[in-house]
């Protein structure tokens, strides 16, 4: 059994990571902290856990987290990179849900998140816990920075266009119009998130600028292994969970005869939970819901020049507490989907 | 035109307020109130008010709201018994939303609102704003306490039960299973109405105790001319606006042959915004969505002694701002529907 | 393994069933008629069990259903006694989520139904399957009833006061307000349930009479050996699944001094899927969502002699396909939970 | 007051032309028709008009639409160009908001709509009801063909880039990344459209093509004065009102300097219902709720060539009926905003 910790559970991800992790059949959970919380069950803030986990949070120093075999902190931005350090001397593999080890250039993390970058040695020696791109790293890493929710569905949406020898797309111009629900923002009390703020409510945001730009388009300048151009525009859906990113690449009219839905079936052979659909397929949210899958299919409206790539994932599973558990397993040898079987809720 | 100033404009009875004012026939709105969000204009925090409300918020020392001939308060509880006197003292009515001048008894107000009644002499002198039961009085009041939302729907429910000369139901023993959306909670920054925990969840609350019981236990009781109990159990809807109370009362051996309907049509006979729905009706809380109207439906199922009565309103309207709206009419002498003759939202 | 069929599984308790079952360890899914879809693929119509259920509809006739060691109906009401003498005849169990062998008295069930039963020797011998009170019965059974999505919660929350020897609650005059999510409509197309109407509203329906009324009071009536009587109002809840029925029991004079709380603890000591809450609970129905779970509190407000219990179930689940799974474990001697320890999705 | 007629007045379109005809000052509702409803009070249908249309719907044959001033067709598809004629030569004016005049090539039409056109000469008379765009014509019109909803939003969205003499963005590669509430979708019984189906999930639909892709290509075009080339996908949104349209359109070299804001600025100026936001902006579907508002935002995302427009707008209303009655305005020299100023409902 792996011993498994947990920093910060009391937002959406942390308790994902709880649902998936109680039920894992090689983890043991030995540890979840919250200062705030010290001594109160986990179940007694969410009475979904009651009879299926026992523990309480525990401030952090009592935690015993170097005991751990591995210790995933779902907290704010800057919190891993103050502990890792420590955890990682004592043998303590560590997997961070928040951005401190997304993006590479410290620069860039600075001016997107607002503080300076504390562990510029362990920035360099993390991986990016994408399994689909980055699988043979993760085998072999002790410290992981898991994707953003959005990251996640724009890249596995555009890879197989951009992992090609030589450009299909005219790769300067490509447009992620993408949509989460509000359990994406995370569990703070805000107004703009309110149910009825929300409710009966679309709109975009941050059209300016998103967090989630430069790591996505650093993973993407890595899959093609050259530079590209990515305009993305979040917007807000009044629904729980769930994120559709709608993609738009235009076609080079030397790749005019590619067979696009071949390519994106080729690519995704094999893997588990990338589910490429059959052509003309829509696919929902709802099907991937509280499931690790995440679904893509593939469009050429009017037989055109326009790729339209629609995928959907569930933003706390495959965009964050799933993947982390993926990453896991991969780390530890696992069978790369324990616990991750979970069928998606639907209706 | 009546001058009509608003102290606290920032949350939902707020804005709510000014959409009903904005478009009132007799109305000049002249000021509204915000310390900490002096000189920003109500429409860059509404955008729905866009181009029809041109007011910015003013600190309170700055607003003149001496110079309005009526001031409403949609303040937290608290505010209105600490200016309603200096405003009283110059000619100004005062219409309070929050809880201030609803409760007679002090010491009830203090127990459940975790506050002493600094204004006693006013708490006498204020009525208590539902019209249909307090038309007349209402008509010479200086200051008044509105209804909340909960207790606008139960009193308006029991009353045709309670107003005869002699018991028809068991008076000590009534039953109000209320449901109300969640902009009922205000427009606070808080965990339990994010979106993703309120929504496509169900859940009662406050089961112990809720502090419109005391309101309207006094209110029905005002009705009854006699002491009354009931149990009042509040639950949470995932829908932005509307009230729904389910109302049970033991009809007495004594009344069984009463005709319930016939009785509660005749009382609110030519009452404007209550609809006594035909027999067999099931109001839905859409059908009086923004709008000041509220329906009432009376069933006796099986032919049993058990009386059930369903009532919908809008917690908004009927409950709070157009209720205000309504006593502003009556205590001005304008037609008591002026401003409020919005037709409900559907679908 | 035991080799499951499904007769009708286009509809929600179908859907669910197949979630259940695809991932219950002791189960080969090996038959799902629907002569409308012969030949769909299940995965086609609810894209959630790609990759999951390779099953695909068949026509009736070539099901060869009597080849299973049991048959799950999930069918419209009728369909079940029609087909249920022929396959126990062949040695295959019956459980059927329909109406069908929930009412035992045949009169009563074309009164409600609109339909004689055409079945009457086995409507006699049929369970009624609610484990946790008929958990012997079940064992031993061939042909399963399953109860109703709203009986299941009322029953479950009455039981404990009823299963005493003697009378605690006034038991004439029990109420259920009881509200539910959409999904217990059914997948049906119909306006009143469509998104548009039944969204951002609340209503009861139903209450002049309701079909769950006489198969809750014949249940309750067995859990008591005594009559009772029982008012029953159900209220659609704008969101997908879950229900949450609010009881109210009037407390005998000689039963004021019960420990109710005890009473409900010790009631349900060692069951596995009802949870007795602490006092002063509010369960939530997003709390067992996707799960067999059945949640319970219970409330005496302000000490005075009103019961109120507090029941939230997900009526697909432990209301309907996962309280199938629970009998069908009984009844083959599985651990009860197999295939059932889903953990709530929250949020 | 003018004498208006309905045809089909039980969809969306028409319970919504209700709400705004009955309070529209110039307006006498004298006809409304239904076949299927002949007799029923049009308020026991939607009781949110209870008190407020006395109106019966009645069988088209006795409804004398030809005593009216003007008739909308409120009807599916067909109807309208086989009433059309008839009513014309009376002398009645006609508005149809479906889309049997908004088409001008009849192959089109027949194409996207799978029947043929049966009235080609009224198809060349009719005005394509797009005030901001057609108010002369429309001033002068006997027969208007309404918008679709999302139509109005890309095509008011696109109109100030491409009303001007030259090109200023690409002009062949137009894309509208539209979503809608599921009001869109009519009040017809389907399954994808109910509450279980489409709430809490998210989907595009009609990638490969869809109706109003022609319609919106002929008025751009009309607009441009030259071929455009637009890709269209609409997606599906968990609420009841609204469609949010993000456009995005490239720049093209010669037109970089170019003050967007201020070229939409200019180009809305004096317009009533249509409000370009400041810049930064990200408009709310619910900033228009039940209005006849829609809302422009222009964004150029890190200053790039990208341009990326968000347009908000009520489907029914400025999607629908309220543009009808904006027709009707100024049809028959009114105000043009007459029975139009509802202020948005927010929240």
Redesign the interface.
């Known amino acids: 059994m792996i011993k498994v910790g947990i920093v910060g559970g009391t937002g959406?991800t942390g308790?994902e990571l709880l649902?998936l992790l109680?039920?894992h059949p090689e983890v043991e959970l030995t540890a979840i902290t919250s200062r705030k919380e010290d001594g109160m069950p986990v179940a007694d803030m969410?009475?979904?856990?009651?009879?299926?986990v026992s523990l309480a949070f525990s401030a952090p120093d009592k935690a015993k987290l170097d005991e751990c075999d591995v210790v995933f902190f779902a907290t704010p931005h800057g919190v891993a990179m103050s502990q890792a350090r420590e955890l990682l001397a004592k043998g303590v593999k560590v997997i961070d849900l928040a951005a401190d080890f997304r993006i590479k250039d410290a620069g860039t993390f600075e001016k997107w998140y607002g503080m300076p970058h504390s562990c510029l040695d362990l920035l360099e020696e993390a991986v990016y816990g994408l399994p689909e791109v980055n699988r043979e790293a993760i085998r072999k890493a002790r410290l992981i920075g898991l994707p953003g929710c959005y990251p996640t569905s724009m890249q596995l949406g555009f890879a197989p266009l951009l992992a090609q020898g030589r450009p299909l797309v005219n790769e300067a111009?490509l447009?992620a119009?993408c949509?989460s629900?509000?359990?994406g923002?995370g569990?703070?009390?805000?107004?703009h998130?309110?149910?009825?703020?929300?409710?009966?409510?679309?709109?975009?945001?941050g059209?300016?600028?998103h967090r989630h730009l430069p790591e996505t388009t650093q993973g993407l300048e890595a899959i093609a292994g050259r530079k590209i151009?990515l305009?993305?525009?979040p917007?807000l859906?009044?629904?729980?969970?769930?994120i559709?990113s709608?993609l738009?690449a235009?076609i080079l009219p030397e790749a005019r005869e590619t067979d696009f839905q071949a390519l994106y079936e080729r690519h995704y052979e094999g893997e588990r939970f990338v589910?490429v659909?059959p052509p003309?397929?829509?696919?929902?949210?709802?099907?991937?819901?509280?499931?690790n899958?995440l679904?893509i299919a593939v469009?050429r409206?009017?037989g055109?020049d326009?790729l339209?790539i629609?995928v959907?994932e569930d933003n706390?599973v495959k965009g964050a507490a799933g993947q982390g558990v993926q990453c896991m397993n991969i780390m530890f040898g696992l069978d790369e989907s324990a616990g991750l079987?979970?069928?998606?809720?639907?209706?």
């Open positions: 959406y308790v649902r109680a039920a969410f009475p979904s856990l009651r009879g299926r111009n447009i119009d949509k629900g509000v359990s923002a569990r703070k009390a805000e107004v998130t309110l149910l009825a703020e929300a409710s009966d409510n679309f709109k975009a945001y059209v300016k600028g151009g305009t993305f525009v917007h859906v009044p629904m729980i969970r769930g559709h709608t738009y235009q589910d659909m003309g397929s829509h696919p929902e949210t709802r099907s991937v819901r509280a499931s899958q679904r469009h409206p009017g055109g326009l339209v629609l959907v706390l079987m979970q069928i998606p809720v639907l209706p």
